[in-house]
């Protein structure tokens, strides 16, 4: 890991997790500046919020997207109507979604709803129609499996921001903000590496 570079960066709604541009989307490259040989450790749908993270490190980048080391990933998830108790012990014990059962999470009501950053986009509100939000942490990252998971028990995803990896934290950053971290924040990081049965890349 000598030499390499590590960064955590709030990736902003509409922007690829990416650095080279498709189909004229914003990507990656609009931000830093970031050296040449960092890479995105994972991804965040376009669609998406949240906590990325950049390394030149391959081993670390192994390590965090490695199916068997089942680092945590840790989502507030605003959906359409008050799930209750019912729809959030299926979400906790696991769903069928397009043919796998998806690993128990932990998820959970939030009281009131977390201060974040405006969308660019606004959140579609329907008239009397009320929303939630939710934390949601899974240890696996099956393509779009948040979104998946509050639809299939009944409440579609309206925003979703992820806010941990693991032992990162968003805190406080703003969208498009980045940060390089520090030894002891990546050994933290790296203090599972005997793996916890995880499966899946790290995305949402």
């Not at 929303?131 to 639809?151: C, P």
């Not at 990896?165 to 990081?189: D, H, K, S, V």
Request: aromatic letters at 6%; charged letters at 25%.
């Amino acid at each position: 890991m000598s030499g390499s570079t590590t960064f955590i960066f709030f990736k902003p709604f509409g922007v690829l997790s990416q650095f080279t541009s498709e189909a004229g989307h914003r990507t990656l490259a609009e931000f830093g500046p970031f050296p040449k040989d960092v890479y995105p450790a994972g991804r965040l749908d376009l669609d998406s919020e949240g906590l990325l993270v950049l390394t030149s490190d391959k081993s670390l980048q192994h390590h965090l997207t490695d199916p068997k080391y089942g680092h945590s990933r840790t989502y507030w998830v605003q959906v359409d109507r008050i799930p209750d108790e019912t729809a959030l012990t299926k979400l906790r014990s696991g769903l069928i979604i397009e043919g796998k059962k998806t690993l128990p999470c932990l998820a959970h009501l939030l009281e009131d709803s977390p201060i974040l950053p405006d969308r660019p986009v606004p959140i579609r509100m329907r008239k009397n129609i009320p929303t939630a939000w939710l934390e949601i942490t899974l240890r696996e990252g099956r393509n779009r499996q948040v979104r998946k998971m509050t639809a299939a028990v009944g409440h579609p995803a309206l925003r979703l921001v992820r806010v941990g990896i693991g032992t990162l934290l968003m805190g406080n950053m703003q969208p498009g903000e980045w940060r390089e971290l520090t030894a002891i924040e990546i050994q933290t990081m790296l203090g599972n590496r005997q793996g916890s049965g995880g499966t899946g890349k790290l995305g949402d």
